[in-house]
Each structure stands twice: as structure tokens, then as C-alpha cells.
């Protein structure tokens, strides 16, 4: 059986890598979707497909970006309806900031990293002096500005409710709190597909949006 996230990522490097050769910076790419849509496994997918033509690229996560760690987060959604959204709980212009560093010459990134459990953050230097691709995932990277082409996985929770069962990531899929948070998303990043220059279909087919 052919994986569906190598396929979609051989597809969507052959319609790109002209144009990242063609550069002289770095490359940036936002992998934006619903929670379970499989963001992670299709970044990791297009770093191996990029590493496979010669291309080196690496994958950041918006999870790292919040203001608060997941246990906080999660506590301040209960208590605040209104805390969650991109301009909310993710902390978008330092993921912007890094970026436009990393088009901009810079090495390194100094990226955030927050640990589930304590929820302590550190400072990890990660060396970009090699990097030619940035493929940054998570819910509302469609927003960051310093993107060349963004990416949407165009799956709802409904039809992630599988992968989520098969993850178990905090009972989340018997708990009536998370499905409103996942309801609330959906509305939120509902118009992003509209902002995407490719789109990954439910069944992992990859369409290019011209215009």
C-alpha cells in the first residue's frame, strides 16, 4: 500500500524544487490543518523528500510558539472562552521574527521549545547555515507572513476523529470541553483553505491553486 503522506510529498517537491533551486534564500513552507490532519507526518515526509533530491529541510512547530505551556493554555481556555484563536494563545510574530531571520542570513534560529510535562521553556539554537527549506506546521501558520507557499490540509476533526483515537493525546477524543475547542477551531481556520497555494484533499490528493 503506497503511504498517502509520501505521496502527497512527492508530488508537492516536484511542483516546488524548480523554484527553491532557483532562489538564493532560504525557502519557507507553512503546513497549516486542522488537529490530526497529520501535519506532523507530512512535514516529516516532505523533509525526507527534499533530503532525496539534495535539498536539506527542516520542520518548525507552532506548538513551541504558544504564550502559555499546555497545562496553563488548557487551563486558561476553561476559564476564558475567548482565549484561543491565533491572535490569542500563539505567539505568531516571534515565529515571523525567526523567519524573517532565517531569509534574512541568519545561522541559527533561536527557537522555543516547551517542554508537555513541566511546562519550561529553553532556548534551542537550531544551525540553519545548511538549511535551504523552513516547513513550519501548525493550526493557523497560514497567517505568518514570511511564508513563499502555504500549504492546507483540507481535513475537518470530524474526519480526523481516527487518527485522534489512534494518538489518545489527553483523552481528548471523550472529552466534550476539547470537542468545542475543536468545533471553535474549525470555524476559525475554515476561511485559511482560501489563503493556501496548494491543497492537500481529505483523501491526500495534492491540488495546486493557480491564479
Known amino acids: 500500500m503506497i503511504n498517502p503522506h509520501k505521496k502527497a510529498s512527492e508530488i508537492i517537491v516536484s511542483l516546488l524544487i524548480n523554484a527553491i533551486k532557483t532562489i538564493q534564500t532560504i525557502f519557507t513552507i507553512s503546513l497549516a490543518g486542522e488537529s490530526g490532519c497529520g501535519k506532523t507526518v ?13 535539498i536539506s529541510a527542516i520542520v518548525i512547530g507552532q506548538d513551541n510558539y504558544f504564550f502559555l505551556p499546555p497545562s496553563a493554555n488548557d487551563t486558561m481556555r476553561k476559564k476564558d472562552p475567548s482565549w484561543l484563536g491565533p491572535h490569542k494563545e500563539v505567539d505568531l510574530k516571534r ?11 541568519a545561522q541559527e534560529l533561536l527557537t522555543p521549545h ?14 540553519i547555515n545548511d538549511v535551504k527549506v523552513i516547513i513550519v506546521e501548525g493550526t493557523y501558520t497560514s497567517l505568518l507572513r514570511h511564508i513563499d507557499v502555504r500549504i492546507f490540509i483540507d481535513a475537518d476533526y470530524h474526519d480526523t476523529l481516527p487518527y485522534r483515537i489512534q494518538r489518545n493525546r489527553g483523552n481528548e477524543v471523550n472529552d ?11 470555524k476559525i481556520i475554515a476561511g485559511h483553505k482560501n489563503l493556501a497555494d ?9 491540488v495546486q491553486i493557480t491564479n
Open 42 to 54: 507530512t512535514g516529516q515526509a516532505l523533509v525526507t523528500e527534499f533530503g532525496e533530491k539534495g
Open 95 to 105: 515565529l515571523d521574527h525567526n523567519l524573517f531571520n532565517a531569509m534574512n542570513g
Open 114 to 127: 516547551i517542554d508537555y510535562e513541566t511546562g519550561i521553556e529553553t532556548i534551542v539554537p537550531v544551525p
Open 176 to 186: 466534550p470541553f476539547v470537542e468545542g475547542i475543536l468545533e471553535t477551531e474549525h
Open 198 to 206: 496548494i491543497i492537500i484533499t481529505k483523501t491526500y490528493d495534492v
